[in-house]
């Protein structure tokens, strides 16, 4: 049987109905392209901010002012300090090297941080019950990775340095929002590099922060995730290996203590410590890391570690203290140190 070509007129309306379809497909397609187009703009107006953000004078400056008045409900003013360092990130601690005493990698690392911040923030709400306790002043002072300076490290540690950063920012980040936000007023947030995390095998003193894993991998994204929150958070992130913020008109210098140089003997760090400190004579409280021991006396104030005893601490002869951090308050009338906390993290 002969096929019969179709009439003239199915063949327009095939025509037809396909012209619609294209014309169809076209609009959908620059709707997409529309929709695209205003997330990128929006994109690129977010990262503009951003690098605003990043690039801007803060909008507070480095210091924390006692208010002229009185608080009317009687209270002391005062301003809770947390220290946070030598978390050694990535490092690993095995029984056999602390005698028993301990044992540490990342999973280990992520219990104590998450541990430290309920500690803290609990300390923090009790610190409010009787002082007027407005603004927070957090240091993160340094080793907060472990770093591979030191060839027995790139052997043993729990991943390189990208895994060391990436775990580490996670364990700050919620710490640092939950702060800010149990914080009425500005939480003043100082970062100082530690000596672990250098990418040079010799410390460099005059740009060490431009060769610091810490700065780059750690405390610059911390930076951009957290934000300023509209005012609320004050970074300090000196290109230095010291910075000075006054609190109250107490002038708080905050360090590593990469600086000090102990060699043992019965004073230990104490006297190396406070031989600097009368040299230096530049602040009122000197705050350390470093020497992974929670101590205050006189000027100093120095911090503990996340890690606990390991080989270092076995090596260098200091007193095998357990994980634990540091918090007190400066008082604003006295101006001096009140109620100095060892914060637990085990």
Not at 30 to 53: D, M, N, P, T, Y
Not at 147 to 163: A, F, K, M, P, Y
């Amino acid at each position: 049987m002969a096929r019969r070509d179709p009439k003239p007129a199915d063949a327009q309306a095939v025509i037809d109905a396909a012209v619609l379809a294209a014309e169809h497909a076209a609009q959908r397609k620059h709707a997409r392209s529309r929709a695209e187009g205003k997330a990128l703009a929006e994109r690129v107006v977010e990262l503009e901010s951003s690098l605003a953000f990043m690039h801007a004078t803060p909008a507070h400056p480095p210091v924390i002012r006692t208010p002229s008045a009185r608080p009317k409900t009687g209270k002391r003013i005062a301003t809770p300090v947390f220290l946070v360092s030598d978390w050694h990130v990535g490092e690993t601690v095995t029984a056999e090297e602390s005698l028993g005493r301990n044992v540490y990698d990342i999973p280990e690392a992520r219990r104590r941080a998450a541990k430290c911040w309920d500690n803290m923030l609990w300390l923090r709400a009790d610190m409010a019950r009787t002082q007027s306790c407005d603004d927070t002043l957090l240091v993160i002072d340094g080793d907060m990775v472990t770093g591979d300076i030191h060839e027995e490290l790139s052997e043993t540690n729990d991943g390189g340095l990208r895994d060391q950063c990436d775990a580490c920012l996670g364990m700050l980040l919620p710490g640092v929002q939950a702060m800010a936000d149990a914080t009425p007023g500005v939480l003043h947030v100082v970062c100082i590099g530690g000596n672990h995390g250098r990418l040079t095998r010799k410390q460099q003193i005059k740009n060490g922060t431009q060769h610091s894993a810490e700065h780059i991998g750690v405390y610059d994204p911390l930076r951009r995730l957290v934000g300023d929150r509209d005012g609320k958070v004050a970074w300090h992130i000196p290109p230095a290996e010291r910075f000075i913020l006054p609190v109250h008109d107490v002038r708080v210098s905050v360090q590593h203590g990469t600086m000090i140089r102990s060699q043992g003997g019965i004073g230990g760090v104490l006297v190396p410590m406070t031989r600097w400190v009368v040299r230096s004579n530049d602040a009122d409280l000197y705050l350390f890391g470093h020497f992974h021991e929670a101590d205050a006396y006189g000027k100093v104030v120095k911090n503990g570690s996340l890690i606990g005893p390991s080989a270092y601490t076995k090596w260098i002869g200091v007193d095998d203290r357990g994980a634990e951090q540091v918090a007190f308050v400066i008082d604003a009338q006295r101006q001096n140190v009140r109620r100095f906390e060892r914060v637990s993290v085990t």
